[in-house]
């Protein structure tokens, strides 16, 4: 068994938690005794937040609609895909008609890096996720 | 929050609405509980019997929409009976005579006009919190989304900044943020007028800094669309591909019906997520993603800490980190991207932040956590915010009216909806849903409906029943309950069995463009 410091992901507390795995599954969850934010505690949700890392039903696999359904892609099919579309379509219609929804659920170093794809390379400042929802 | 969650233990009293505390933010609501029991007072102000209640030593139930004639009413008392810190306000604020001149005209008396709430106890609340020595406001939702979001936040400053409650310990205005990073997601500037640390896109200084950073010439220097415009744009048919990265619009933007005739009106939608969401099952391209367990990264939380998460075990089949996605399509469109750890995107998160500049891999790696503004490597962080002066110098009281809501019950839709969540379900439920615990606690939609419209309408607890807006119907079962008052409906967004949100109503804030989930008029009917 192992014990590894984590966050908890749902709501804004920042709940600090170690995971306890074996074998690369999540078993359980420690709440950090010392942190100043949960002191030992954690809510229900967060005694549980692991529960769904191991669905059966995560998406393991990059999927591409051909003929309207999704089938099973490799990376480099459905990347070249979402690079090529998106600099077609920024170049026929301009950097307006892109837009990039960024998530409050990822890391700061996605968030920023997701943005900096949105500014840097596509040209848009039409970024924005679900602050206000 | 302007506060530290550490201050709840030493404040006086907590002003407390529009967050129902105990169940979206368990870890805070147990603090304020706990403070009351070492004799804090809690004054509630929501419309609904939230479990705070119970411990509040005052509960105003304001019709809902009218937070600033409330809050208006309050300032008015306290200018009139002298309750306000006139040294504060000489000192570290300007244009009170503006406040002053609008609130007189909120007297207890017309407020309860609008408000329902009783001279009585409007006077008593804005006396206890005008002399409480140390006050924390706390807000959340309830208090944002609405058309006059803007306005309710506004006057939750001018009330904290009349009375002194402000850039003090368990002294402030303290938003309690939704997700565990929406913190940080907006710090890092995943908002379409700023770069990261709210470094404005229009400014000329600030473009030209990201410009050189980035190593690009051409920054866009307009603010980009909110995501309410841009399902708007892409119903016109003028946006033509979205890249949606872990997030369900589908399922929790306002007036979903029209979010799905948006979404299916792309030319292209790239959906990144660790499900197949009700939004991804639109998408042309789908890539699975990596969850918190299996990847390493930062988080900042409400109280503006940023923490650092390990990776704890691997991602399952070939998803990978949003991070490792995102830099292998900007290299495939020819933008050079070399970071090969999160520690290498936090030290240039580090140089161009200036709030986050000491914050660094190591300190984190090494601590619980620093909250930002941190300029340097030497800083500790910041504890509370607005110590000895505001950001901008003085602190200017921006007086608002009151404006109804955009839709009031008529004759036709007689009811006020209002949305928000459960304790063991969260947000679109594609996480808590599959949590076999959580399911069993709160596995399907309710409507509260009050005892007394029940009995009127002929609908008892469990019935089945049917709620339209002007934008479509959802049905679902009633929960016959008195935590809401008469003429109000309660409902989640946790359900895509009942998406409630196909009732809500996109109308908007005009600055912040936050959608008013909060009050919608509806009717509702027992099905047969």
């Known amino acids: 068994m192992e ?3 984590s966050i908890c992901p749902f709501c804004g507390c920042g709940c600090q938690f170690s995971l306890v795995t074996e074998n690369n599954r999540v078993i359980g969850v420690e709440p950090s005794p010392n942190n100043p934010v949960n002191k030992g505690m954690l809510c229900t949700k967060g005694w549980n937040s692991y529960g769904f890392v191991h669905a059966p039903d995560r998406l393991t696999v990059p999927l591409v609609r051909k003929d309207g359904e999704l089938v099973e892609s490799s990376w480099d099919e459905a990347l070249d895909l979402v690079s090529s579309r998106l600099t077609e379509i920024g170049k026929n219609h301009g950097p307006g008609s892109l837009a990039f929804l960024s998530s409050a659920k990822v890391s700061n170093e996605e968030n920023y890096l997701f943005m900096k794809m949105a500014r840097a390379v596509f040209k848009t400042n039409n970024v924005d996720h679900c602050a206000r929802l | 929050m302007t506060n530290s969650i550490g201050e709840f233990e030493d404040a006086d009293l907590f002003l407390i609405t529009g967050t129902n505390t105990t169940a979206q933010h368990p870890l805070i609501g147990s603090r304020i509980i706990n403070a009351k029991e070492r004799g804090a007072q809690i004054l509630l102000i929501d419309p609904r019997e939230i479990q705070l209640a119970h411990f509040a030593v005052l509960h105003l139930k304001q019709n809902i929409g009218t937070d600033v004639a409330v809050l208006n009413g309050m300032m008015n008392i306290i200018i009139e009976e002298e309750l ?14 503006a406040l002053k001149a609008l609130v007189s005209r909120y007297t207890p008396k017309i407020v309860q006009l609008i408000s329902g709430i009783n001279a009585t106890d409007l006077e008593r609340a804005a006396r206890m919190y005008a002399q409480a020595p140390k006050a924390m406001i706390l807000y959340a939702m309830g208090i944002t989304q609405h058309t006059t979001g803007t306005d309710n936040v506004k006057s939750c400053a001018n009330l904290a900044m009349l009375t002194g409650h402000l850039g003090k310990p368990s002294s402030g205005v303290n938003p309690l943020r939704g997700q565990n990073n929406v ?3 907006c710090d890092m500037g995943g908002l379409p007028v700023v770069y990261t640390g709210y470094q404005r896109v229009n400014d000329p200084a600030v473009k030209k800094k990201f410009e050189e950073a980035w190593g690009v010439s051409d920054l866009d220097d307009k603010p980009g669309l909110t995501i309410t415009t841009m399902m708007e744009a892409a119903q016109r048919g003028d946006l033509k591909a979205l890249y ?7 399922m929790s933007d306002p007036d979903t019906t029209h979010v799905e005739l948006a979404l299916s009106n792309l030319d292209f939608l790239v959906v990144q997520d660790i499900f197949l969401s009700e939004t991804a099952r639109l998408a042309d391209v789908v890539l699975p993603a990596a969850c918190f367990a299996e990847k390493e990264g930062t988080y900042t939380n409400t109280e503006r800490k940023v923490q650092l998460s390990r990776k704890a075990i691997s991602p399952p089949g070939l998803a990978r980190s949003d991070w490792e996605i995102v830099v292998d399509i900007c290299r495939r469109c020819g933008y050079d991207m070399n970071y090969k750890t999160i520690a290498a995107i936090l030290s240039e998160i580090n140089k161009v932040t200036p709030s986050y500049a000491g914050i660094t891999y190591d300190r984190l790696r090494t601590s619980y956590g620093i909250q930002w503004p941190c300029p340097n490597e030497e800083h500790p962080g910041t504890v509370f915010l607005h110590k000895d002066q505001f950001t901008k110098g003085l602190g200017t009281f921006l007086p608002c009216e009151f404006k109804p809501p955009a839709e009031v019950p008529d004759s036709e839709y007689d009811f006020i909806l209002t949305t928000g969540r459960v304790y063991y379900q969260y947000h679109t439920g594609t996480m808590t849903r599959r949590i076999e615990i959580l399911e069993r606690e709160a596995p399907e939609a309710l409507l509260e409906i009050n005892p007394d419209d029940a009995r009127r309408l ?12 002007r934008r479509g ?3 679902l079962k009633a929960e016959v309950t008195p935590r809401v008052p008469r003429r109000v409906l309660f409902s989640t967004f946790h359900f895509s069995e009942a998406q409630i949100n196909t009732l809500t109503n996109p109308a908007h804030d005009p600055v912040a463009g936050i959608p008013e989930y909060k009050g919608c008029a509806v009717n509702v009917r027992r099905c047969e």
């Open chain 1, 3 to 5: 014990r590894i410091a």
């Open chain 2, 84 to 97: 306000y810190d006139k040294e504060f306000v000489e000192k570290r604020t300007e244009g009170f005579d």
């Open chain 2, 183 to 185: 913190q940080g997601a």
């Open chain 2, 244 to 250: 949606v990265m872990g997030e369900n619009p589908l």
């Open chain 2, 458 to 469: 002929g609908i008892k607890n469990n019935d089945m029943v049917e709620v339209a807006s």
């Open chain 2, 473 to 475: 119907s959802v049905r």
